[in-house]
């Protein structure tokens, strides 16, 4: 597509629930990136792939959250027995080469009640 | 402390005024910064990216200054519009990886 596509756009869920956040890139970017965004807060980096594998998870904030990448493409962001401190909005990012920057999609807003 | 800190973190200006935003970092060595402006709702889109050797770049009414040797960066709106109203958020890179590092964003709020 043309641009970093994020579903679904919103996801209400109940505390304890799993839930799967879908990202698929720009067509053809190697990098992708998952950011989490707090209500009042920064953008919190959370991991990144460079084709299927994962070079850095260091912003993994527990053992409940996971992410994978499949075919250098589609990237799943995977939270288990949510709690409410997950609800955020989720941010992917994909980029080919860092010349003309990063695409965001336009986010996954998760609320856990 | 977080490695890029930007002030302030809210602003009000009426419509037509120009405003100046903050950026500092500790972040080093970098390799380049890049200001974000995030509608509600949407996520963050680029404005301009400038390498540790430049110290201008502009974009449209936009334009953002770096000091590598004081680590600061400021982002300059000029005859603000209300299409201004956004999050402005200053993304830092260190040399040598593809890690970004954000600052935590000026809310800027422009009425008529």
């Known amino acids: 597509g043309a641009g970093v596509s994020q579903s679904p756009s919103n996801k209400v869920t109940e505390k304890g629930k799993d839930v799967e956040l879908r990202c698929d890139p720009i067509?053809?970017?190697?990098?992708l990136y998952w950011y989490r965004q707090s209500l009042g807060q920064g953008l919190e980096f959370l991991i990144y792939?460079?084709?299927?594998?994962?070079?850095?998870k260091s912003g993994l904030p527990s053992d409940r959250f996971s992410a994978e990448r499949t075919g250098g493409s589609v990237s799943t962001l995977t939270i288990q027995r949510t709690q409410q401190e997950d609800s955020a909005v989720y941010l992917c990012?994909?980029?080919?080469?860092?010349?003309?920057?990063?695409?965001f999609g336009s986010g996954t807003r998760l609320t856990v009640v | 402390k977080n490695q890029v800190e930007q002030s302030p973190q809210s602003l009000i200006i009426l419509e037509g005024k120009n405003c100046t935003l903050q950026?500092?970092?500790?972040?080093?060595?970098?390799?380049?910064l890049r200001w974000y402006k995030q509608d509600t709702g949407r996520g963050p889109v680029s404005l301009t990216i400038?390498?540790?050797?430049?110290n201008t770049k502009s974009n449209g009414r936009y334009t953002a200054t770096l000091d590598a040797d004081t680590k600061q960066s400021s982002l300059h709106i000029t005859a603000s519009q209300l299409s201004d109203s956004a999050s402005y958020i200053c993304?830092?890179?260190?040399?040598?990886?593809?890690?970004?590092?954000f600052g935590t964003g000026t809310r800027l709020q422009v009425f008529p």
């Open positions: 067509s053809g970017h190697t990098a």
């Open positions: 792939f460079q084709g299927n594998s994962a070079p850095d």
């Open positions: 990012a994909s980029s080919f080469r860092d010349v003309n920057g990063y695409t």
């Open positions: 400038m390498t540790f050797s430049e």
């Open positions: 950026c500092n970092y500790t972040v080093s060595p970098f390799s380049n």
């Open positions: 993304v830092v890179r260190g040399y040598n990886t593809d890690k970004l590092i």
